[in-house]
Nanobody, 126 residues
Framework: QVQLVESGGGLVQAGGSLGLSCEAS????????MGWFRQAPGKEREFVAA????????IYADSVKGRFTISKDNGKNTVYLQMNSLKPEDTAAYYC???????????????????WGQGTQVTVSS
């Protein structure tokens, strides 16, 4: 089992940057692909970015491509999401998630992930 704890959320002005971290418990972190999702009030949780267990391949939602970067440090049991050029529409609770699936076509789907963090709020002011 994996427990995930996000940190790094906060309030930032449009155009600014923010970095999120997600630390995992357990000794098998390197076996998991990791994803970031977000959920705005009144909306469904949506995919943001994912990274395969080795960190060798990443995928992004079109809405964040070129602005967000996901990375994974297996030595620190941590996955990161660096967010640049933030927009008000990026405002949401951000969740990290873990899955043993390595198939890229599944990593953008919420149903692929067995473990979730509690979320961290990101608010972008205009």
């Amino acid at each position: 089992q994996v427990q995930l704890v996000e940190s790094g959320g906060g309030l930032v002005q449009a155009g600014g940057s923010l970095g999120l971290s997600c630390e995992a418990s357990g000794r098998t972190f390197s076996m998991y692909a990791m994803g970031w999702f977000r959920q705005a009030p009144g909306k469904e949780r949506e995919f943001v970015a994912a990274i395969r267990r080795s960190g060798g391949r990443t995928i992004y939602a079109d809405s964040v491509k070129g602005r967000f970067t996901i990375s994974k440090d297996n030595g620190k049991n941590t996955v990161y999401l660096q967010m640049n050029s933030l927009k008000p529409e990026d405002t949401a609770a951000y969740y990290c998630a873990a899955t043993l699936s390595q198939l890229a076509q599944y990593l953008s789907s919420k149903s692929a992930y067995a473990y979730w963090g509690q979320g961290t709020q990101v608010t972008v002011s205009s």
